[in-house]
């Protein structure tokens, strides 16, 4: 099987999450070898991957876990939710 | 672009490792969710203050997501939060408890838009794509021959994270609850799949797209944060 760029594009998302067969992977590896395009287009894919799961990324308001947990405090200590 | 520059360095296989704590780690410690819940239930009630905070995070960025106010993100949180308090006798162990916990954040968030009706852009009902999910389609990404790693450091930086940020916010809502569940909360396919009530491929599908619209959008802007030269693993040739 010989692939090419649209081929490769078709696939990043999976390759990258270790989704393709065996045999897809080595031709896709091979086409990586020698295409400077794709490759940088699978690099750039899976940056963006791997700075999405940083959580520096999407910031929670300060303060948000003490006032969830003091209502729930409130609850835990009377059965009820009104606190 | 620029020409000449030109990546030799190869893309490790298999989803990238994590670089910090997820919902899927629970944090505590040998204490898993099964266990410290039939303590709850069993009277231990302040136990449930351990229970969740792995999931809090992920619950308000759910809730985020959806109603994008943070206010109301923050009172629909501790809403989800007394309904899994109120329901945790339900929990029949049949899925993680995080996965189970975000399903209740999503419904949560769902019953608030419902109610708030002030986002018609931000459909109740999934928007089906018009060209069907049988394939990938005709997604393509923004081509370059240069692509220089950003290190993980540069999250420091507050403008590239609210970049991040923002793309994510802007992918049309199918799209955007993907790449939460699964890149965000590193929940796997089969889970997101459930969340969602979609399909695992459609799920794939959602966030191969995804995935390609936001390289394409973030590509120009993580350029600038590139460092100027390669260290030893990122050679040019």
């Known amino acids: ?7 490769v594009w078709d696939y990043i998302s999976a390759y990258i999450d270790g989704d393709v067969d065996h045999a897809l992977r080595a031709e896709i590896d091979r086409h990586l070898e020698h295409c400077e395009i794709c490759s940088a287009v699978m690099d750039s894919t ?3 991957v791997v700075l999405m799961a940083d959580e520096r990324v999407f910031e929670i308001p300060g303060g948000y876990s003490e006032r969830l947990h003091h209502r729930l405090d409130a609850l835990l200590l009377t059965g009820d939710s009104s606190g | 672009m620029e020409e000449g520059h030109i990546i030799s360095a190869q893309v490790p296989t298999g989803k990238p490792a994590r670089v910090t704590s997820t919902i899927n780690s629970q944090g505590n410690g040998d ?3 099964a266990a ?3 303590r709850i239930l069993a009277g231990e009630k302040q136990l449930f203050h351990d229970l969740i905070r792995p999931v809090e995070r992920a619950v308000f ?5 959806l109603l994008r106010n943070e206010i109301d993100a923050e009172d629909a949180a501790q809403e989800t939060f007394i309904k ?4 945790l006798h339900n929990f029949r162990g049949e899925s993680k408890f995080s996965t189970w916990v975000v399903s209740i954040a999503r419904n949560e968030g769902l019953a608030w838009l419902r109610k708030r009706s002030s986002r018609p852009e931000e459909a109740i009902q999934p928007i089906l794509d018009q060209d069907g999910e049988a394939s990938t389609g005709d997604f393509t990404p923004a081509l370059l021959t240069d692509w220089r790693e950003v290190p993980l450091e540069t999250l420091e930086r507050k403008e590239l994270g609210q970049c991040l940020c923002r793309a994510v ?9 993907v790449v939460q569940l699964r890149d965000m909360d590193d929940l796997d396919i089969a889970e997101t799949a459930s969340v969602l009530g979609i399909t695992e491929g459609s799920v794939k599908v ?4 995804a995935r390609i619209m936001l390289q394409k959008e973030l590509v120009p802007l993580l350029e600038k944060y590139a460092p100027a030269k390669r260290g030893f693993f990122w050679r040019r040739v």
Request: proline share 8%; glycine share 0%; charged share 25%.
């Open chain 1, 1 to 7: 099987m010989k692939i090419d760029c649209k081929h």
């Open chain 1, 46 to 48: 899976r940056n963006v």
């Open chain 2, 31 to 33: 204490r898993a969710p």
């Open chain 2, 36 to 38: 410290l819940i039939a």
């Open chain 2, 61 to 65: 960025v759910m809730l985020f997501m």
């Open chain 2, 84 to 87: 899994i308090y109120r329901n």
């Open chain 2, 169 to 177: 916010l802007n992918l049309p809502p199918i799209y955007r609850d």
């Open chain 2, 206 to 209: 959602r966030l191969h797209r």
